[in-house]
């Protein structure tokens, strides 16, 4: 049985920031990529970052690029997404999921979900 839980949102001003966790329980986490999506009312749930298994190859949006960094500590089967310079329009429930085995990225299929945290960003 796989269970992810997603920890840190909350509520920061404009040009802050948080710093989202993932823990997982199950076996052989290390060996699985993960994602962090979002999403805002009324839009579409999307990818913002990824991470390979291996935490080599790391894959951002467009619009976080360069604010968010994703990272992993496979010894404590938790997946990190530090977000900074954050913005009005970062406000969103935040998912990590894990990729299917030998996927990862926007390509991947993501079986395993959080139950989400909430990130509002105020101007």
């Known amino acids: 049985q796989v269970q992810l839980v997603e920890s840190g949102g909350g509520l920061v001003q404009a040009g802050g920031s948080l710093r989202l966790s993932c823990a997982a329980s199950?076996?052989?986490?290390?060996?699985?990529?993960i994602g962090w999506f979002r999403q805002a009312p009324g839009k579409e749930r999307d990818l913002v970052a990824a991470l390979s298994w291996s935490g080599s190859s790391t894959y951002y949006a467009d619009s976080v690029k360069g604010r968010f960094t994703i990272s992993r500590d496979n010894a404590k089967n938790t997946v990190y997404l530090q977000m900074n310079s954050l913005k009005p329009e970062d406000t969103a429930a935040y998912y990590c999921?894990?990729?299917?085995?030998?996927?990862w990225g926007p390509g991947a299929q993501y079986n395993y979900w959080g139950q989400g945290t909430q990130v509002t960003v105020s101007s």
């Open positions: 999921a894990r990729a299917d085995r030998g996927g």
């Open positions: 199950g076996r052989a986490f290390s060996t699985y990529a």
